[in-house]
């Protein structure tokens, strides 16, 4: 077995424990972006996915029976927040970050928003979370909305999500700050129904690490957006990092560890070590997100993003929905931003291969790669890896190939044995040696190049930068194409991308040269 300290990202047990290929059956696509907007909440329920957004003053919905037919949904408004009276917000010109939530026990449905507090509040905070009540019913879409006030009035809160604990238990989540004037936190507090309070709140996570403190002169340092959720009996709460009008906008994780602790003990909680998903090209201020499950057990990442950077936190922001996966210790792994344009299997899944080697035999092959050139075998280390162990200048090549794999991102944990001047490299769009897309790593740089028959290997990207180290492990080398766009990312950190229309669908392949000898391990092809 073989732990690996992720930077970035929560560290995570090894082996997997079985190698899975898995030829999914075509599935329908969609493309992201799906549309404009910003704050987004899904959730599904009964056969239909809603998606939730501010309209101005009012709370908007759109419902389809798939993910993809959200991109076209009608648009229906289903509460306008009343203001200016005793008791209710001052004004409503602009509703912040609505969200919807079902409670069983009460067979209706909550919202949550940001409003200013009541012309009569002299605390000085700008926001408070409000809460409406819906009447008895399923369908959020055609039922009435009645306002039930202020969740909370002690200080500046927005963002507002409730969550049912494992258990049942339920807890209201937001940004707040305890402090006038100070950083935005995430806090927690028990609830009695959806609309009441039942614990004063306590503050969970507080911008204390360098990735969080990205931030523009004369705004806090900021934790907010806070989305509560569980699976397998552990309990996750993905939070934004940074100011919004940043590029750096991400998102980290809290875990509850262990499972079965308090949520409301803020040293139960465990952040991420860094952003576990950050900006990449085309994708900037990838944040505000929440997390949904479908029908079918697949997961799946909403946030919004901008295409470019500098775009800061206004009308250029664009909802766009992807692929959430799980890695063996149970932490939900959200992968890398995908580009502006790009195209998103609706498949519950869309994980194409996992493979850590551990059903096979040490000193033997590797079950559903085929070896072209050099010395491929299982080792162990630790674990079992796939082991390249031959010293010579060749080029040594294994791969697992499919024709159909079209849209993906190819992930890998590489260890470099002997390295000098050579080479290891990850190729996607394999179609044989001499046709693909390769990563070519080295001591000094990453380079993208294209291979092909006619013309040889042609670099078409490079970035300096010194990652492998003999002897020791790089986790999550990951290399996305997507449509012309290819990208490389090492845990989830973008390096270099390019683009190119050569080649549409194919496998992956391994390989090293000019002397350079490796172990493999955790190979992964998802699709986004």
């Not at 079985?18 to 987004?40: R, V, W």
């Not at 912040?96 to 002299?122: G, I, K, Q, V």
């Amino acid at each position: 077995m073989k732990i690996v300290s992720l930077p970035g990202r929560l560290a995570r047990v090894l082996p997997l424990a079985a190698c899975l290929f898995a030829l999914n059956a075509s599935a329908a696509t969609f493309t992201d972006p799906i549309k404009n907007g910003q704050d987004p909440q899904i959730l599904a329920k009964d056969g239909w996915f809603y998606l939730i957004q501010a309209s101005g003053a009012s709370i908007a919905l759109y419902k389809s029976q798939t993910v993809s037919g959200l991109a076209t949904a009608a648009k229906t408004t289903i509460f306008t927040p009343p203001t200016g009276g005793p008791g209710q917000p001052a004004s409503g010109s602009g509703v912040w970050a609505p969200e919807l939530h079902w409670l069983d026990a009460e067979n209706r449905w909550y919202l949550y928003y940001s409003l200013p507090p009541p012309a009569s509040d002299t605390s000085g905070a700008d926001r408070w979370v409000w809460g409406a009540r819906s009447a008895v019913g399923a369908a959020p879409d055609a039922l009435t909305y009645a306002a039930t006030g202020a969740m909370f009035t002690g200080y500046r809160n927005i963002d507002g999500n409730m969550f049912k604990g494992v258990g049942g238990r339920l807890f209201f989540l937001f940004a707040g700050k305890p402090t006038p004037g100070g950083d935005a936190k995430i806090c927690i507090a028990t609830m009695s129904d959806g609309a009441t309070l039942s614990s004063a709140p306590v503050v969970i996570s507080a911008p204390t690490n360098a990735w969080e403190r990205f931030t523009q002169t004369g705004f806090p340092h900021v934790n907010e957006g806070p989305y509560g959720f569980t699976n397998n009996g552990n309990t996750y709460i993905t939070f934004s990092a940074n100011y919004c009008g940043t590029d750096q906008y991400c998102l980290g994780l809290l875990t509850l560890t262990p499972f079965n602790a308090d949520p409301m003990t803020p040293s139960s909680w465990v952040k991420s070590s860094g952003p576990v998903f950050s900006q990449g090209p085309g994708a900037f201020g990838t944040g505000h997100n929440a997390v949904f499950a479908d029908a079918d057990g697949g997961w799946w990442n909403v946030y919004h993003a901008n295409p470019s950077a500098g775009q800061g936190c206004g009308g250029s922001r664009k909802i766009r929905i992807q692929h959430i996966y799980w890695n063996p210790n149970g932490a939900p792994d959200f992968g890398v931003p995908v580009p502006d344009p790009a195209t998103v299997s609706e498949a519950a899944t869309g994980q194409k291969l996992l493979d850590d080697f551990e059903s096979d035999a040490v000193g033997g092959g590797a079950s559903g790669w085929t070896v072209d050139t050099g010395t491929w075998a299982v080792a162990s280390d630790g674990g079992h890896v796939y082991k390249q162990s031959a010293s010579g200048g060749g080029v040594a090549h294994t791969h697992a190939a499919d024709g159909t794999w079209a849209d993906y991102s190819a992930q890998v944990d590489i260890k470099p044995l002997t390295l000098g001047s050579g080479t290891i490299s990850l190729s996607v769009r394999f179609q044989d040696t001499s046709n693909r897309y390769i990563a070519v790593l080295s001591s000094s740089a990453i380079t993208i190049k294209k291979a092909t028959t006619a013309g040889g290997q042609v670099q078409l990207a490079t970035a300096a930068v010194s990652l492998l180290s003999t002897g020791a492990w790089t986790s999550n080398v990951t290399f996305v194409v997507n449509g012309s766009t290819l990208q490389v990312f090492v845990d989830g950190v973008f390096v270099v991308g390019a683009t190119d229309t050569t080649f549409s669908s194919g496998g992956v392949g391994l390989s090293t040269s000019g002397g350079a000898t490796a172990e493999f391990d955790n190979v992964t092809v998802r699709e986004p």
